[in-house]
């Protein structure tokens, strides 16, 4: 294992300070130093907070800022953050107006979630919660009850923060990430495995002439471990999967995130992205948003993960309402 860390044990918390450093016009630490929080006194607005397992940056910190996220719960890497953390950024980011928990499908951010809200509520903070789920590959897997949240979770991030800054109530909030959920699909592959530090080495074996076709953010399995194919082919099958899922219809409008799972060139994903503009329009969808890049990755992952959202005039509204965050600015 060849990486740039000092000691195993101590990647997460080096990785928060030089975070903070860097970006210290956007976000702090909060009390503890264990969540990362918008610069700032709260304002008067409900509060969103996310988490999950570290080395999938720039989720979740990455999108703390204006439009997006007020709080992220970061745990060590791929392991979900604690309860205690969850309550301390749900306390120290909230605004008087309630706090909503967006969170990816697994069981361990799940589970501490739930048990963080029912903290906070006993202490008479108000607080609503949405599960993402929008990943295809699979139905259960060894990490997950239920499909697993991924890139889906970014783009509700984006739209209900927004909904959020425009001063929406709780409900509202709820309800435009609910939203996102029933109309965003998502499926990844991957051509390497992840080496998590605290392991040093691969998570997972895959020779070189095969790719794992619907793998997860953290290396778990998905559908078939497959021959590798050509950039058209590895599209073709991984678009159609998540367009007869919903099903995406001929005449919808999309908005794409197109995402790298952290070692993946952007030449690349860029390339996969012109094989992906030609099976939509085959198909007769509409691309009238796109994001190209790395939104939420796996460590040092090649390979990428497609999502899709169904766009109407809300939700493309709430895509453009600006946003400044680490990783994800426009508009302001």
């Given at each position: 294992m060849k990486k740039l860390i000092n000691a195993a044990e101590n990647v997460v918390p080096e990785f928060l300070?030089?975070?903070?450093?860097?970006?210290?016009?956007?976000?702090?630490?909060?009390?503890?130093?264990?969540?990362?929080?918008?610069?700032?006194?709260?304002?008067?607005?409900?509060?969103?907070?996310?988490?999950?397992?570290?080395?999938?940056?720039?989720l979740h910190g990455g999108y703390v800022g204006y439009g997006m996220l007020d709080g992220a719960c970061p745990g060590e890497v791929f392991t979900s953050p604690t309860p205690d953390q969850i309550c301390e950024a749900?306390?120290?980011?909230?605004?008087?107006?309630?706090?909503?928990?967006?969170?990816?499908?697994?069981?361990?951010?799940?589970?501490?979630?739930e048990l963080a809200a029912e903290l906070l509520a006993a202490e008479g903070l108000d607080v609503a919660q949405v599960v993402m789920d929008d990943d295809v590959a699979v139905t259960n897997s060894a990490f997950t009850a239920g499909r697993r949240g991924?890139?889906?979770?970014?783009?509700?991030?984006?739209?209900?923060?927004?909904?959020a800054e425009q001063g929406g109530s709780l409900a509202d909030v709820r309800w435009a990430c609910e939203d996102v959920k029933r109309h965003v699909r998502s499926m990844g592959m991957a051509l390497t495995s992840c080496t998590v530090p605290a392991v040093g080495k691969p998570t997972f074996d895959l020779p070189e002439d095969a790719m794992?076709?619907?793998?997860?953010?953290?290396?778990?399995?998905?559908?078939?471990?497959?021959?590798?194919?050509c950039a058209a082919e590895i599209v073709a099958r991984m678009a159609s999967a998540v367009v007869d899922d919903l099903p995406f219809l001929p005449g919808d409008?999309?908005?794409?995130?197109?995402?790298?799972?952290?070692?993946?060139?952007?030449?690349?994903?860029?390339?996969?992205?012109?094989?992906?503009?030609?099976?939509?329009?085959?198909?007769?969808?509409?691309?009238?948003r796109q994001l190209v890049g790395n939104y939420i990755t796996s460590l040092d992952m090649q390979g990428f993960s497609l999502t899709l959202l169904k766009l109407d005039a809300r939700?493309?509204?709430?895509?453009?309402?600006?946003?400044?965050?680490?990783?994800?600015?426009?508009?302001?």
């Open positions: 300070g030089g975070f903070v450093r860097a970006h210290g016009d956007l976000v702090r630490l909060s009390s503890s130093g264990k969540a990362l929080l918008r610069a700032g006194a709260p304002g008067p607005k409900v509060a969103l907070i996310s988490g999950g397992g570290s080395g999938h940056e720039p749900a306390r120290e980011a909230s605004g008087g107006r309630g706090v909503l928990f967006l969170v990816k499908n697994y069981t361990g951010d799940v589970l501490n979630f991924v890139g889906g979770t970014v783009l509700a991030e984006k739209i209900a923060g927004a909904l794992e076709f619907g793998v997860g953010i953290h290396g778990e399995r998905g559908r078939q471990r497959l021959p590798l194919e409008e999309v908005g794409v995130l197109l995402n790298g799972m952290g070692g993946t060139p952007l030449m690349e994903l860029y390339l996969v992205y012109r094989e992906l503009g030609a099976f939509l329009d085959h198909r007769g969808i509409q691309i009238g939700r493309k509204a709430l895509w453009d309402f600006p946003v400044h965050t680490p990783a994800l600015r426009w508009g302001r």
